[in-house]
């Protein structure tokens, strides 16, 4: 057999290769050898070779629950740990693993808050074909998403609410593994996954957080299987690791809402909490916001938080929760009105718009986002590589959803750009739209939740 890594260091050297090797031979690690590799990869006494071997075996080995929340743990306690001993059972968040068009997270914070809940958000940026909600809120004139500690427990205080990037003190075991699992082909592996994400979040000093597990063509998980070997190990490692979680299925096959880029789904972020969004994006709104009101014990019932969810953006306290957020986090008092109120009197608009017009007459069954997504990217409002510049003004506007009737000519969507319209774009835009002679079935969004400890599966 392997010796075995003993933490009495008094007695015992440590043995990474020895603790490596017993995980290729898909043997399990302790919680305690765990947490002491993290340890050591933080203070760098582990080399980047050997890091790399142990997330390799990982990725071929897996781990088991047990495992995956020791990891979660280890990498969470790795740098500071947010506290808030003057919110006690206030504070939420949720996390989304990527969509297109998924703008959930700008309108459900400021509606949390005017709730009564504390949402210190840490969000991230796109990458690949996954709009970044910092990228988004960074198209607002002179919004910051630098805040510190301190700051975020102000305006947490002042607001309810902030959304900003992740400081260089927290969860930084994630930072250096993320970077090697990168150039080691290792990042889809559901154990690394679930403890880099749920790592993050719990590190807020949750009482309550709340998964949005996409599935579909595009989502990083394509089959309802995967999704929910991915959702019930996140939603474990959330439990384990002492915050009350639940996760829930939605389909990511079609764009949500109508708009696709950065200014854009800000605008259309204003219309959501000015009680007009598109119906799947305020549907998903209220959904998640009534999951996380029932959860952190603030509603009886995820019914009866839909229902405070759905009151306050229709009655605008939401919005203003919203303005003054931004005016927190560096908008002036004009600006953030402005937004509020127009919001395209202050967005940067893209040089030129065209619009794109139905081949013939019929019913939209089907519009591709992740076809979309890579398209819109490649436009500039997306990145290749985490040093890309991200153009804020570029987008998609479309003009009708799934189950809609089209005539021929009629504009299915408005293209925001820079550059002319080369017609290699036209094509691959136009290929994503599919018209039938018969209106389809459209599929709710929502497919279930994920709940309980162990975590199970329910569909709605």
Known sequence: PQPRLYLNMATATFNAPALIARKRDGLELSAAEIQEFITRVVTKDVPGEQIGAMLMA????????????????????????????????????????????DKVSLPLAPALAACGLKVPMISGRGLGHTGGTLDKLESIPGFSVKLSAERMAEIMGSVGCCICGQTETLVPADRILYAIRDVTATVASV???????????????????????????????????????????????????????????????????????NAVEIAESIDCLQGRGPRDLTDLVVLQGGHLLALNGAAATPAEGEARIRAVLNDGSALAKFRDMAVAQGCTAAVADELVRDPWSVLPRAAATTPLLAPHAGFVADIDALVLAVAVGGMGAGRAKTTDAVDHTVGLQLCVCVGDELAAGAPWMIVHHRDALSSALVAQLSSALVLAAARPAVLPRAVGIIAGTPATFTEF
């Open 58 to 101: 990982i990725y071929l080995k897996g781990m088991n629950a047990a495992e995956t929340i020791a990891l979660t743990k280890a990498l969470q306690t790795s740098g500071d740990v947010l506290s808030w001993p003057q919110f006690p059972s206030l504070v939420v968040d949720k996390h989304s693993t990527g969509g297109v068009g």
């Open 191 to 261: 154990p690394l996954i679930t403890a880099s994400i749920v790592s993050k979040k719990v590190a807020e000093g949750l009482s309550a957080l709340l998964l949005d597990v996409k599935v579909g063509r595009a989502a990083f998980m394509t089959t309802l299987e995967r999704a929910l070997e991915l959702g019930t190990s996140m939603v474990d490692a959330g439990s384990g690791a002492g915050v009350r979680t639940v996760g829930l299925v939605t389909r990511m096959d079609h764009p949500i809402g109508f708009m696709i880029g």
